[in-house]
C-alpha cells in the first residue's frame, strides 16, 4: 500500500455528518438554540412565546451562560458595594463603611446561585423550552449533534422544522506568551476565592478596569500592563483620563506603552477557579520587568465558534460575522461578531426570534428596526469603575470617522447641582456629539457618580432620532443628574435649540 496516499476514510466529523443525515432525530422541534445564555434564552422564547411553536436549547455548560455566572452579575455584585463605599467616603455626615471581603465575595456567591442552574432550567422547562444539556454542534441542514453532558456513548441527533440558532458566546483570548501560564482569565477575576498578594492585570479594557477596581478593594496590589497609550480604548478620550486618575489614587499602578515581551511561571498549577495557579509570575515588557503572584489576562474576546459544526457546512467565522448564512441557520450574540455585550445581544435576540415566528405563522408583517438601531450606532455600556462611565452611540472620533459634520458639547459632570450633589467629589465630564446638518444626537458619554443611570435618555434620543431642538423640551427635574441635559443643550449654537430648517 502506498503510504503517500491521500486517505479516503471519512474524518470524524464528516462521519457524525453522513450518520446524522441518516438517522431519525431523537428529537424534533420547530427551532434549536446551540447555547443557552441570556441571548440564548431570549431567541427561544420570542420565537415561540404565544405560538403552537416548539424549542429547544442546548447547554454543555450552566443555563443562564458567562453573564449569570462569570461576567455582568458577578462583577455588579462585587462592584456595587465598593462603589457604595467610596460615595459615603465623600459624603460627610455619614460614616464611612468598610470593604469585608468575605462577606463581598458572599454577596457575590448568593447573586449567582452558588453556581447552580437549576432556577434557569426550570424557567426554561416553563416557558415551554426544551432543555437539552451537552455539547451542540451542527450536523447538517436544520440537524445539530449533541455530545451527552452525562457522558452518554451515544450522541443525541435533534432536528429543527425552521431554524437553528447559535449563541455559543465568546470566549477570552490568551495571548501565547501567556499560554502555558495558567493565567487568570475574567472567569477566575468575577469568581475569586482567594484573594492574590499581587496581582498583574494585562490590559487596560473593560474587564481589566473593572477587575483593578475590586480586586484593589479586596486588598491585592494591582498593576496594569496596558499595551496602548491610555485606557478603555474607543471611549470618549476625556472619559479614560478620569477613569485612570482615580484608578491610580486607589492604588492601582498603571503602565501605559507596556508591550509584554516574556511571562515566566515556574510553577503553574490548576487549583481551581479564581485560586492562585501556582506560583509567581514573572513578566518582561517594553515599560521594565514586573513580578506577582497572578497574573489576569484581560486581552480582548473572540466568538466561540471553534467547534459548533461551520466548517463540514463549508462555512467559516466569517461567514457567521458577515451574515453570509443559509436562511435557516443564525447567529446572535457575542457569536454572531456584533457589539458584546449582553443587552445588544438580546435585543438582537427578540428581533431574530420574531422574525423566525414571524416568517412561520405568515400573520404578521415584521417590523424593521429604525435605521440607528438597524446599523449598530445605539449600542449603549457602561463601565462600572470609579467613576463610571456610561456611553451610546459614536464618539467624537467615530462620527468625523464615518464622514458625520458634527457639533460637540461638554460640560462638567458637576456641572448641575443634582450631579453635584451626589457625592462631594463628583468630578468627570458630560458631552454629546450632534449631527450638524439634521441636529439628531450621534452619541453621548458620561463620567461621573450613577452616570449608568443618565445615558438612557440618550439611547432614546438616538434611536428615536429626535433633533436637539425638540430635546430641549424635555425637562429635567431639579435637582437631579438629568440636568446635565439642559446644560449640555444649552452649550449648542443656538439654531440647535430652536425650531427651523436644518441645514442641508
Not at 323 to 352: C, F, M, N, Q
Not at 494 to 502: L, P, S, T, W
Request: glycine share 10%.
Amino acid at each position: 500500500m502506498n503510504s503517500d496516499a491521500p486517505s479516503t476514510a471519512p474524518s470524524p466529523s464528516e462521519t457524525s455528518l453522513s450518520t446524522a443525515r441518516n438517522r431519525d432525530p431523537d428529537l424534533e422541534v420547530d427551532v434549536i438554540v446551540i447555547g443557552a445564555g441570556p441571548v440564548g434564552e431570549n431567541v427561544a422564547q420570542y420565537a415561540i412565546e404565544s405560538t403552537g411553536l416548539s424549542a429547544a436549547i442546548v447547554e454543555g455548560e450552566l443555563l443562564g451562560g458567562e453573564c449569570s455566572y462569570w461576567a455582568c452579575i458577578p462583577s455588579k455584585a462585587l462592584l456595587r458595594p465598593i462603589d457604595v463605599q467610596a460615595t459615603a467616603a465623600n459624603l460627610p455626615g455619614v460614616s464611612t463603611p468598610r470593604v469585608e471581603v468575605d462577606e463581598l465575595l458572599a454577596r457575590r456567591d448568593t447573586w449567582v446561585s452558588e453556581y447552580d442552574d437549576s432556577g434557569q432550567a426550570q424557567w426554561a422547562e416553563g416557558a415551554g423550552i426544551h432543555v437539552v444539556r451537552g455539547h451542540g454542534r451542527l450536523g447538517g441542514e436544520r440537524t445539530v449533534i449533541v455530545a451527552r453532558a452525562d457522558g452518554a456513548d451515544r450522541e443525541q441527533v435533534l432536528r429543527a422544522r425552521l431554524a437553528v440558532v447559535i449563541a455559543t458566546g465568546s470566549e477570552a483570548v490568551i495571548p501565547d506568551v501567556f499560554a502555558q501560564l495558567a493565567p487568570w482569565t475574567s472567569r477566575d477575576a468575577t469568581g475569586v476565592r482567594e484573594v492574590p498578594s499581587s496581582l498583574l492585570i494585562i490590559g487596560g479594557g473593560v474587564v481589566a478596569s473593572e477587575a483593578a477596581t475590586w480586586m484593589r478593594a479586596l486588598g491585592s496590589e494591582v498593576t496594569m500592563l496596558v499595551r496602548g497609550e491610555s485606557l478603555l480604548r474607543g471611549v470618549e478620550p476625556e472619559a479614560a483620563r478620569f477613569v485612570q486618575k482615580d484608578l491610580e489614587n486607589a492604588g492601582v499602578r498603571v503602565v501605559t506603552g507596556a508591550e509584554v515581551r516574556e511571562a515566566k511561571r515556574p510553577d503553574a498549577k490548576a487549583t481551581g477557579t479564581g485560586r492562585v495557579h501556582g506560583g509567581s509570575v514573572q513578566v518582561s515588557s517594553s515599560a521594565g520587568d514586573f513580578t506577582a503572584a497572578e497574573v489576569l489576562v484581560a486581552t480582548g474576546r473572540r466568538p466561540r465558534l471553534d467547534d459548533v459544526g461551520l466548517e463540514p457546512l463549508g462555512l467559516s467565522a466569517d461567514d457567521v460575522s458577515g451574515g453570509a448564512l443559509p436562511d435557516w441557520l443564525h447567529a446572535v450574540g457575542d457569536a454572531s461578531g456584533e457589539a458584546p455585550l449582553t443587552h445588544w445581544g438580546k435585543y438582537r435576540a427578540r428581533v431574530i426570534g420574531e422574525e423566525i415566528r414571524d416568517a412561520a405563522l405568515a400573520d404578521t408583517e415584521p417590523t424593521p428596526p429604525p435605521a440607528p438601531a438597524a446599523d449598530g450606532r445605539a449600542v449603549p455600556q457602561v463601565v462600572f469603575t470609579d467613576p463610571q462611565v456610561a456611553s451610546v452611540g459614536l464618539t467624537e472620533a467615530q462620527a468625523q470617522d464615518a464622514g458625520f459634520e458634527t457639533e460637540v458639547a461638554q460640560v462638567p459632570y458637576n456641572g448641575a447641582a443634582g450631579s453635584s450633589l451626589l457625592r462631594d467629589d463628583a468630578d468627570g465630564i458630560a458631552k454629546i456629539v450632534v449631527d450638524a446638518r439634521t441636529h439628531h444626537l450621534l452619541g453621548a458619554t458620561f463620567a461621573g457618580p450613577d452616570a449608568a443611570e443618565v445615558v438612557h435618555a440618550a439611547t432614546v434620543a438616538i434611536v428615536g432620532e429626535i433633533p436637539t431642538e425638540v430635546l430641549r423640551h424635555a425637562v429635567p427635574s431639579f435637582p437631579t443628574v438629568a440636568e446635565l441635559w439642559l446644560r449640555l443643550l444649552e452649550e449648542l449654537p443656538r439654531e440647535f435649540r430652536r425650531a427651523g430648517e436644518v441645514r442641508g
